[in-house]
């Protein structure tokens, strides 16, 4: 998910919740709709805790392949 994919997700999440917490009480329907909101907020969540994690071990091979051939560099003739 591209972060404008996710800003535009939460954004509508955070829209929904507006919405339902403006009514005079907490329904039946917006109790569920509360939940739902609150699952799709941590499966975004956790799916950006997982492309973190793969951005992070993606960026550390990276800088082990710079340092590589900076020494390669700076070892040549």
């Known amino acids: 998910m591209s972060p404008e994919e996710f800003?535009?997700?939460?954004?509508?999440v955070h829209q929904r919740v507006r919405e339902?917490?403006?009514?005079?009480?907490?329904s039946?329907?917006?109790?569920e709709n509360l939940r739902a909101?609150?699952?799709e907020?941590?499966?975004a969540d956790e799916e950006l805790r997982q492309q973190n994690e793969e951005l992070a071990a993606a960026?550390?091979?990276?800088?082990?392949?710079r340092r590589r051939?900076?020494?390669?560099f700076?070892?040549?003739p």
Not at 7 to 12: C, I
Not at 20 to 26: D, E, S, V, Y
Not at 69 to 72: I, S
């Open 7 to 12: 800003g535009h997700r939460l954004d509508t």
């Open 20 to 26: 339902l917490t403006g009514g005079a009480g907490p």
């Open 28 to 31: 039946e329907e917006n109790v």
């Open 37 to 39: 909101a609150l699952e």
């Open 41 to 43: 907020l941590r499966v």
């Open 59 to 65: 960026h550390l091979q990276v800088e082990a392949e």
């Open 69 to 72: 051939y900076q020494e390669l």
């Open 74 to 76: 700076e070892l040549a």
